[in-house]
């Protein structure tokens, strides 16, 4: 009796093992993975460089006479007009060497004419007639120098503009070229980023003529400015140190949103011929180094490891290591291993694409 009540459990433990068995592998037949291929096709990417935003006409303000500031007639961060008065210098003291060349030069004037008229009558020379001009012209000179100190002691603004910050008071003592403020033109801002000698190459180095080229600012909150900005020039020397040359982009402004001083990114297209492109989820890295599942005739996975040459959204443009023919494992990498054979259902690219858009927009 006990020996075949330990057969009957030796037997159901059997049973429970193979239909234990069955169940996983019915499950591993059940399994299918999405393969896809990579696609080649023509593309454009944007190479991405660090800018400074600068001012097309950006100056300090300047004091040119001495003296105290008697009125400040702008605020700070104002847009002022050309020709708009901005700053006044208590003007006292110039007022007075005015009216004393005018003094000075009517005093002349008369000397002029009493000499021009002895001349007449033969009473004094023609030199003594000549200096007594030139006593006159000399003091015109002299008036308009007087006239043209105190004109500046009102400072106006030299084109439309928008204020910088004070950095004097009313009432402070000013020295001859004291910095009072500085003032830019934002109408058309000025965007200076730097290439790099290769891919300054690829731009201009094929006989191709990439100024004027349009190209796009992204600004510091991660959102694109409004309006493109066109390449107007290059500077002539690279730098020895970094291997990089200056191009410069000017964008139109007339919102006034970008402003001297500011940062960004600017993009720059460049169109590729016959681009490798796989979907970013199909790539799983080693030791900083990216791979992707090819699926083999039998079936069978095989790392192989690829280089990526540039990004686009939820996209990798391959620089090397697969062709457009061969199948590539599209999503489950974390639940497969190199050398595992697979069932798997084959998508196009295109569709393995529009599931990825429709996933990222819910």
Known sequence: MKKQFICALLALQLIIIISCNHKIE?????????????????????????????????????????GYLEKIYVDEGQFVKKGQLMFKIMPTIYQA????????????????????????????????????????????????????????????????????????????????????TTLS?????????????????????????????KVQLRLANKELFESQGSIETIEGEFNNETGNIAFRATFPNSKGLLRHGE???????????NAILIPQ???????????????NAQNILQ?????????LDHLYVVG???????????????????NERIEYEFVSFEEEMLDLNQMHAE
Do not use: C
Request: glycine share 4%; aromatic share 8%.
């Open 26 to 66: 019915t499950h591993k037949e059940e399994t299918k993975f999405l393969v896809t291929s990579p696609i080649m096709k023509d593309t454009t990417i944007y190479n991405e460089y660090v800018a400074q935003i600068n001012s097309s006409n950006h100056i300090e303000l300047r004091s040119q006479e001495r």
């Open 97 to 180: 060497e005015v009216a004393k060349a005018k003094a000075e030069l009517n005093f002349e004037e008369i000397e002029y004419n009493n000499t021009k008229s002895l001349a007449e009558k033969n009473v004094v020379s023609v030199n003594e007639l000549a200096l007594a001009k030139a006593k006159v012209e000399k003091a015109k000179a002299e008036l308009a120098l007087a006239e043209a100190h105190l004109s500046f002691t009102e400072i106006r603004a030299p084109f439309d503009g928008i204020m910088d910050r004070f950095h004097t008071r009313v009432g402070s003592l000013l020295e001859e070229g004291e910095l009072l």
């Open 185 to 213: 033109d934002i109408s058309y801002i000025w965007v200076y980023f730097n290439v790099p000698e290769s891919e300054y190459l690829n731009y201009v180095g094929k006989g191709k003529n990439n100024f004027k080229s």
């Open 263 to 273: 940062t960004g990114n600017i993009l720059m297209s460049v169109n590729l011929k």
């Open 281 to 295: 989820k199909s790539t799983f890295d080693i030791l900083d180094k990216k791979y992707v599942y090819v699926v």
């Open 303 to 311: 790392a192989k490891q690829i280089t990526i040459a540039n990004e």
């Open 320 to 338: 090397s290591g697969l062709s457009n023919k061969d199948k590539i494992l599209a999503d489950g990498l974390g639940k497969v291993k190199s």
